[in-house]
């Protein structure tokens, strides 16, 4: 009987996470020649800033922030002021659905010296509460799966333009809690690593600054709710993009960003699911054909507007192929930045969802936010030395 019960209800789980998350758009019941790629714990893909939710969620290449280790390792230790700092977000999650589903994500920073930083980040996915029942429809008591990664990043810059870095993850993700006692289903673990590099170029008699950046993350060991013979991929997604910024005044400036990501996990063609990782991975680029592989590349766009480095306004539009999942949506956000007398600096964005397609979007119509405080690099005093 347990057998049966947890056989019918772990997949249940997993199918209710990976719909409501979004990894693709697809919907249960869309026409079955969409061959949309899934993957455990797609709360990974989820942008945690609001920053770049409010340009389409593109942020490979825009400039550093505290949030810069989730999309660009590489880029992080370009942060251009503040010697430590810290970011928290907040995004409602089928907002007009339920009222108990949330992600939550907290980093901070530290910079060792010009050329060195360092980081930390959690993210915390909470699925609310779920209400367990077995095959005779006996309620089970309830529960809230939830899930976390927790990650540790170092940046580097090895010349005046270029930057690279890496983070390492802790993925733990529990989707059945007290009914995990039994062989037939458990929490899933996994360890992944983030790689990146980012290439700035300032062109001082445009007063403008042309950005190129590059990433992969989530490339780790695949993970397993049941037994070692029933492992799924993370989402490892390849994500490369350009941001171009000019200055129209000393008080205006214009941002205009552009991300390419595709998901390096093998199509839905029988079997691949039992690929070796690393075989998987690499074999994304040409398991289907070439018109196929171009439907699997998603692209996010935006433009950000700044004024006197205090207000900013946000546009975005993130195009995701039919056949991929189909999620298509524009993006809106507006950002404050607050310079205190000693130079620290308080920050305050938000963004807002509008998907451009027919059917739900588990962020449709809800406004999420982001606060930071960044501290200034302490200056080491200068003694003088007096001779006697």
């Known amino acids: 009987m347990k057998k049966l019960l947890y056989g019918w209800l772990l997949p249940l789980v997993i199918i209710i996470e990976t719909n409501a998350q979004g990894t693709s758009g697809q919907i249960v019941g869309q026409d079955s020649s969409n061959h949309v790629i899934t993957t455990a714990v797609p709360f990974l893909t989820i942008t945690p800033d609001t920053r770049a939710a409010g340009m389409g969620d593109a942020g490979v290449a825009t400039s550093?922030?505290?949030?810069?280790?989730?999309?660009?390792?590489?880029?992080?230790?370009f942060i251009d002021k503040g010697g430590y700092g810290f970011s928290t977000s907040y995004t409602p999650w089928l907002a007009r659905i339920i009222n108990d589903m949330k992600l939550l994500y907290l980093t901070g920073f530290y910079r060792i010296d010009r050329n060195q930083v360092v980081s930390g980040s959690l993210k915390y996915f909470d699925m609310g509460n779920i209400n367990f029942r077995d095959g005779n429809n006996v309620d089970l008591g309830l529960y809230n799966p939830r899930e976390y990664a927790?990650?540790?990043?170092?940046?580097?810059?090895?010349?005046?333009?270029?930057?690279?870095?890496?983070?390492?993850?802790?993925?733990?993700?529990?989707?059945?809690?007290?009914?995990?006692?039994?062989?037939?289903?458990?929490?899933?673990?996994?360890?992944?690593?983030?790689?990146?590099?980012?290439?700035?170029?300032?062109?001082?008699?445009?007063?403008?600054?042309?950005?190129?950046?590059?990433?992969?993350?989530?490339?780790?060991?695949?993970?397993?709710?049941?037994?070692?013979?029933?492992?799924?991929?993370?989402?490892?997604?390849?994500?490369?993009?350009?941001?171009?910024?000019?200055?129209?005044?000393?008080?205006?400036?214009?941002?205009?960003?552009?991300?390419?990501?595709?998901?390096?996990?093998?199509?839905?063609?029988?079997?691949?699911?039992?690929?070796?990782?690393?075989?998987?991975?690499?074999?994304?680029?040409?398991?289907?054909?070439?018109?196929?592989?171009?439907k699997e590349i998603?692209?996010?766009?935006?433009?950000?507007?700044?004024?006197?480095?205090?207000?900013?306004?946000?546009?975005?539009?993130?195009?995701?192929?039919?056949?991929?999942?189909?999620?298509?949506?524009?993006?809106?956000?507006?950002?404050?930045?607050?310079?205190?007398?000693?130079k620290d600096i308080f920050g305050l964005d938000m963004s807002y969802m509008i998907p451009t397609t027919i059917g739900q979007s588990a962020l449709a119509e809800t406004i999420r936010f982001t606060l930071f405080y960044v501290l200034p690099v302490k200056e080491k005093k200068q003694t003088e030395s007096v001779t006697p």
């Open 64 to 77: 550093a922030d505290a949030n810069s280790s989730y999309w660009n390792p590489g880029k992080l230790v």
């Open 150 to 294: 927790l990650d540790v990043t170092y940046s580097r810059r090895l010349t005046e333009n270029f930057g690279i870095g890496g983070s390492i993850r802790y993925i733990r993700s529990n989707l059945t809690g007290s009914f995990t006692g039994t062989t037939d289903a458990r929490a899933g673990s996994s360890v992944a690593v983030d790689l990146g590099a980012l290439y700035t170029k300032q062109f001082d008699g445009r007063n403008a600054t042309l950005s190129l950046g590059g990433s992969i993350t989530n490339l780790g060991s695949k993970m397993t709710y049941t037994s070692a013979a029933n492992k799924d991929f993370i989402p490892t997604n390849l994500r490369l993009g350009g941001a171009y910024k000019t200055e129209l005044d000393p008080m205006n400036s214009l941002t205009f960003v552009m991300d390419f990501n595709k998901l390096m996990v093998p199509s839905t063609a029988p079997g691949s699911r039992l690929k070796p990782m690393l075989n998987g991975v690499l074999g994304s680029f040409s398991d289907t054909n070439f018109a196929s592989e171009m």
């Open 298 to 342: 998603d692209i996010a766009s935006g433009m950000e507007y700044w004024y006197n480095n205090f207000f900013a306004a946000r546009l975005g539009y993130h195009y995701e192929s039919a056949a991929n999942g189909n999620r298509k949506y524009l993006t809106a956000g507006l950002g404050f930045r607050y310079e205190g007398p000693s």
